[in-house]
């Protein structure tokens, strides 16, 4: 019955020792300290990782939402180009210049 009381009280006083901060005095704690700085090392890096992974991939959705938005660009002015530049509307613009449409056909050999 002793040993569970102090089983118990060992688990609770743990717990105490560590929110108080006497663990930090302890000669254990200089036995363990290289590995706690081993753990606070490694979870900044998995920190650090998480958050550049979570930047790129907001720049590839930034990126991708932007490569979308010129295509339809592209394809809006290739269309009006391609209005603009048939042969009707071109002789009709170059008429005021004094170009006249060629009557005569080439044939590729």
């Known amino acids: 019955m002793k040993r569970e009381r102090n089983e118990k009280k060992s688990k609770g006083g743990l717990f105490m020792n560590i929110l108080g901060g006497s663990f930090l005095t302890r000669e254990d704690f200089s036995k363990i300290f290289p590995f706690l700085v081993y753990v606070t090392v490694l979870l900044m890096l998995l920190i650090t990782n ?3 992974a979570e930047s790129t991939s907001r720049a590839i959705k930034n ?5 979308r938005d ?3 660009e592209y394809t ?3 269309s ?4 603009e530049s048939t042969q009707k509307i071109m002789i009709e ?3 005021d210049q004094g170009l006249k449409e060629s009557l005569e ?3 590729v050999k």
């Open 93 to 95: 613009k170059l008429k």
């Open 63 to 67: 990126n991708t939402n932007r490569l």
């Open 50 to 52: 998480a958050y550049l």
């Open 70 to 72: 010129l295509r339809v």
């Open 76 to 78: 809006y002015a290739k």
């Open 80 to 83: 009006a180009f391609t209005k």
């Open 105 to 107: 056909t080439r044939t």
